[in-house]
């Protein structure tokens, strides 16, 4: 591959949940293409062990300590974001996620359970992406990306109802906003995986 035709040099980006999983490939993808990548994740201990990976990798990576499930965490987590790249992001990629309390059958969940798993998944991604808005707008090249699932479009039998139902809302987020701020030169997208091996899908 022609390095420098794919080279992302200078760009920006913001992935929430790198410390693991899918979210940690991405932080790898991009930073090894050039971008400089803000993260974030709740376990500091496990975000400080993979920024000194990061650093002895040459990768240029920082990061927040953020639930990014509570309103508050996310507005300082847009600050942080706002101050160390100049107001201006080209990439925010809503990865942060969870399956919740454990799959359980649909009767089982609780109410606290339902609001937990709609937050952390489904109004984080909404919350983070009109937070990002100004500084997408400012790059004038702006990328949403939604994590989004298989688990969105299918029906299932497992016990994820619930995680089905934030998915299923991240799509169509994607769709609405996608035409909503084409005009800002804002491209958003909705990418969804399969099962993919990670500490989320070790139960299955
Ligand atoms: N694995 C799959 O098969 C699969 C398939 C389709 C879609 N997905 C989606 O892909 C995304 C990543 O999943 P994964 O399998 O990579 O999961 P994972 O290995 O469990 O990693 C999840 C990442 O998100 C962070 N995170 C979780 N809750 C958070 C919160 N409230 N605030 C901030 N960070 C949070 C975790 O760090 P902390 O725990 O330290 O916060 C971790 O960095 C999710 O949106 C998931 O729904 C996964």
Redesign the pocket.
């Known amino acids: 591959m022609d390095n420098e035709r794919w080279s992302m040099k200078g760009a920006t980006a913001l992935v929430?949940?790198?410390?693991?999983?899918?979210?940690?490939a991405i932080v790898e993808e991009l930073a090894r293409f050039g971008v400089v990548v803000h993260t974030?994740?709740?376990?500091e201990e496990?975000?400080n062990a993979m920024l000194n990976q990061w650093k002895s990798m040459n990768l240029c990576v920082t990061g927040s300590v953020?639930?990014?499930?509570n309103h508050a965490q996310r507005e300082k987590l847009m600050h942080e974001v706002q101050s160390i790249f100049n107001g201006k992001l080209d990439i925010l990629v809503n990865?942060?996620?969870?399956?919740g309390p454990g799959w359980r059958p649909a009767t089982q969940i609780t109410s606290e359970e339902y609001s937990s798993l709609m937050a952390?998944?489904f109004e984080?991604s909404f919350h983070l992406s009109q937070l990002a808005h100004p500084l997408l707008k400012a790059s004038g090249r702006g990328n949403v990306v939604f994590?989004?699932?298989?688990?969105g479009t299918g029906g299932f039998p497992e016990g994820v109802a619930v995680?089905c139902c934030t998915?299923g809302a991240i799509n169509q987020l994607g769709r609405a906003l996608a035409c909503e701020w084409a005009g800002d030169m804002i491209r958003v997208n909705c990418i969804?995986?399969?099962?993919?091996?990670?500490?989320?899908?070790q139960p299955f």
């Open positions: 929430t949940g790198g410390s693991k999983g899918i979210g940690r974030c994740c709740r376990n496990e975000l953020c639930d990014v499930s990865n942060a996620g969870t399956g952390t998944n984080s994590i989004s699932s298989i688990a995680y998915k969804a995986p399969g099962i993919i091996k990670t500490s989320m899908t």
